[in-house]
C-alpha cells in the first residue's frame, strides 16, 4: 500500500510538480529519511503528512497516500513491507533530486551545514567524487574525501558509487556529514578509526532491496 503510493507519486511527478514545487525541497529531505534513516515509521508520517497538505484533495495519488498510514491494525495479516518502501523512496528521491535544488530548497536541505564542512576547489574530475555547487559559482569537493596523498579513499569512492554521488550528491554528502545513530557518529570522522569494510557495511545497510 505505502509502495504503490510512492510508485504512483513517481509515476505522477511530472504533472504534479506544480502542487509540489513549493516544497519541493522538503520532500527531498524527507525522502531521503526514509530511504535511509533510522525510523522509517517515523519518516513515512512526515512524508504523508506533507503530501497530503499538498496534493490536491480529490486527486487520484493523493487518496492513495489517504489509505497508506504506515500502520496496521490489530488482526491485520499483512505488515508494512518498509524495505520495499525505502526502495521505492531512493528510486523516487533520484528523480527529484537530479534538476538540483534552487536556493530555497539548498536552504531547507541543511546545504549550508554541508559547505560548512572542509572542502577544495581545485581537484580533478572524477565521478565517484562528491561535488557540490556553491553560491560563488565555484563547485567543491568535500574534503574528507582525499587522502593524505590528495586521491580520492578507495572506501570513499566505494561508499559513493553506492549512494550515487553522481546523480545525487548532496543525498551522499548529508550519509557522510550527518550523525549515523547506527554509526555511533558522523560517517567522514570515523574514516580510519573504524574499518573500510565497516563503512560500507553502513552504506549497504541504507540500500537494502528486496
Known amino acids: 500500500m505505502e509502495e504503490d503510493a510512492i510508485v504512483s507519486l513517481h509515476t505522477q511527478l511530472g504533472r504534479l510538480r506544480d502542487p509540489l514545487g513549493p516544497v519541493s525541497g522538503k ?9 535511509g534513516g533510522e ?19 480529490a486527486d487520484a495519488v493523493t487518496g492513495l497516500f489517504v489509505s497508506a498510514s504506515g500502520t496496521r491494525s490489530a488482526g491485520v495479516a499483512e505488515e508494512v513491507d518498509w524495505p520495499r518502501v525505502r526502495a521505492a523512496a531512493r528510486r523516487l528521491l533520484a528523480t527529484v533530486d537530479e534538476r538540483g535544488p534552487s536556493t530555497e530548497e539548498i536552504i531547507e536541505l541543511g546545504a549550508a551545514r554541508l559547505r560548512a564542512a572542509p572542502a577544495r576547489a581545485g581537484f580533478i574530475a572524477d565521478p565517484d567524487l562528491i ?9 567543491r569537493a568535500p574534503e574528507f574525501q582525499f587522502g593524505p596523498d590528495g586521491a580520492l579513499r578507495p572506501v570513499v569512492r566505494t561508499v559513493n558509487r553506492m549512494l550515487g554521488a553522481a546523480r ?23 574514516l580510519g578509526a573504524v574499518t573500510d569494510d565497516r563503512l560500507v557495511e553502513l552504506a549497504r545497510a541504507v540500500l537494502v532491496e528486496v
Open 27 to 35: 520532500l527531498a529531505e524527507l525522502l531521503a529519511d526514509l530511504s
Open 131 to 139: 561535488v557540490l555547487g556553491f553560491p560563488d559559482g565555484v563547485p
Open 168 to 190: 545525487s550528491p548532496w543525498t551522499a554528502a548529508s550519509w557522510w556529514l550527518s550523525v549515523r545513530p547506527a554509526a555511533g557518529g558522523v560517517p567522514a570522522e570515523l
Open 39 to 57: 525510523r522509517p515509521e517515523a519518516a513515512w508520517r512526515r512524508l504523508r503528512r506533507l503530501l497530503l497538505e499538498s496534493l490536491p484533495p
